[in-house]
Structures are given as structure tokens and as C-alpha cells.
């Protein structure tokens, strides 16, 4: 049978409760200036692994204005802790601004740099890690990502069907994507070949790869 994800979505999403007060403002605000956040049906799904897993530490990169960040607060133990990373600076305030505004500041940090220079200066200890920022990056967070992630850790990486662009050969891709469509597919193969872990890859939203530290 194929089918047509869009109306899946639809279908799924169907059920799905809004955010309600300010973290819908926050959602909707974003959503209207098209600033890239979190997909409704990925969302739920990220909601049911943190349910699960109740990591303490979690690593976000990408935090866009705070969204995804503050909805994971929301369903984390009390005392857990998320650190977030976003390169651009105006985005990184609006999102402590957001954070502030819910207070959660003491709960979720937000630190402004390039992830590939970030992650060398975090220390080893996170349960889970969220990673949402440039895709064709992925492959250059790897290593460090697996440096500071717990064993028995969880990754969940977003976006990386590339809206199904990923599974056309790399002659068919536009020019203008065709680096990052080679870098997911470098990075999917070395996630699911690396011995330190397992690695499912979901087509939810649009696509996840979800990888668990051995
Ligand atoms: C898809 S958005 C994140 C959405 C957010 N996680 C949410 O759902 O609310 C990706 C973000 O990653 C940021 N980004 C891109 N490259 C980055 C890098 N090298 N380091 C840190 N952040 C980066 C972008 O500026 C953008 O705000």
C-alpha cells in the first residue's frame, strides 16, 4: 500500500492536543514568521521517549526561539536539566527571553555559538540528545556527541529524510543540495554502522533517526 504522508500526518495530528497559554504563543509566533521548529507529530513522539526515558541531562542543538526546549521541559523530571545551543545570536535571545518569560531559566540553558566549537567545551553526562540544527553539520557533531553522551544514552536526530529528497541519487538533487543530501546519507550510514550503538531511522515528521548508546 502507499500512501500519502501529509494526510497521515493530518490524520495523527488529528489527535493531538494544542499548547496552551504562552508555550502556544510561542509556537504559533514562530510557525507565522516561519522560523523552522519542531513538526506537531515528531513533537508527540519526542514526548513519549522523554516520558520513557526521564533523562536528567538533555542536549538540544538548535534551539531556534526556545520551543522545543520548553515543551521537553514539560514533560522531564523536576530536576532535570536541558542545555540548548543556537548559533544565531537574535534567535538565542528571543529564546531566553521565551525561557524567562516561562520561568524556566533555571531549568534550560541557552548557549550562543556554533555547535561544532560548543560541543568541545561540554563535559560528558547527558542522557539524551536532541539534535535540530543545520543538517549538513550532523556528521561534524558525531564524534562529539558520542564523546558526551551517557552510556545507554539516547540521540534523536530530526530532519533526516530531507522531505524524501534523501532518497533520490545524488544526480537527481538540485545542485544547491546535493552537499547536504551527501552528508545525511554519510551520516545515516555511519550511525547505523557504528557498533557503539542502534540506531532505528522513522519516517515521522520528517524523518527521525533514533540511536541508543550501548
Ligand atoms: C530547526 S531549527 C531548531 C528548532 C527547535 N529545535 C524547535 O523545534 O523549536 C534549527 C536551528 O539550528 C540553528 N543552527 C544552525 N546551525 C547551527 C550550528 N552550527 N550551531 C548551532 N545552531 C545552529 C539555526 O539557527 C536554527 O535556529
Known amino acids: 500500500m502507499t500512501y500519502d504522508y501529509d494526510r497521515v500526518a493530518s490524520f495523527i495530528n488529528s489527535f493531538g492536543?494544542?499548547?496552551?497559554?504562552?508555550?502556544?504563543?510561542?509556537?504559533?509566533?514562530?510557525?507565522?514568521?516561519?522560523?523552522?521548529?519542531?513538526?506537531?507529530?515528531?513533537?508527540?513522539?519526542?514526548?513519549?521517549?522523554?516520558?520513557?526515558?526521564?533523562?536528567?541531562?538533555?542536549?538540544e542543538i538548535g534551539t531556534a526561539v526556545g520551543y522545543s526546549s520548553l515543551y521537553m521541559s514539560n514533560y522531564l523530571p523536576e530536576k532535570a536539566h536541558i542545555t540548548t545551543i543556537e548559533l544565531d545570536k537574535a534567535r538565542a535571545e528571543e529564546a531566553k527571553e521565551n525561557i524567562k518569560r516561562l520561568e524556566k531559566s533555571?531549568?534550560?540553558t541557552v548557549l550562543?555559538?556554533?555547535?561544532?566549537?560548543?560541543?568541545?567545551?561540554?563535559?560528558?553526562?547527558?542522557?539524551?540528545?536532541?539534535?535540530?540544527?543545520?543538517?549538513?553539520?550532523?556528521?561534524?557533531?558525531?564524534?562529539e556527541v558520542i564523546k558526551i553522551i551517557n552510556d545507554g544514552g539516547m540521540i534523536l536526530s530530526d530532519n533526516v529524510l530531507q522531505e524524501g529528497?534523501?532518497?533520490?541519487?545524488h544526480y537527481l538533487v538540485a545542485k544547491r543540495n546535493r552537499t547536504i543530501h551527501d552528508r545525511m546519507r554519510e551520516y545515516l550510514y555511519r550511525i547505523k554502522n557504528d557498533d557503539r550503538m542502534e540506531t532505528a531511522i522513522i519516517p515521522i515528521g520528517d524523518g527521525v533517526a533514533l540511536s541508543c548508546m550501548k
Open 112 to 143: 550562543t555559538g556554533d555547535a561544532s566549537e560548543v560541543l568541545k567545551t561540554l563535559k560528558k553526562g547527558f542522557d539524551f540528545i536532541f539534535i535540530d540544527a543545520a543538517k549538513a553539520q550532523y556528521i561534524n557533531y558525531y564524534e
Open 165 to 169: 529528497e534523501i532518497l533520490e541519487s
Open 106 to 108: 533555571d531549568r534550560i
Open 17 to 59: 492536543k494544542d499548547d496552551e497559554g504562552l508555550l502556544g504563543e510561542i509556537y504559533e509566533k514562530a510557525v507565522s514568521e516561519k522560523i523552522p521548529v519542531i513538526r506537531r507529530e515528531t513533537r508527540e513522539f519526542l514526548k513519549v521517549l522523554i516520558t520513557e526515558k526521564k533523562p536528567m541531562h538533555v542536549l
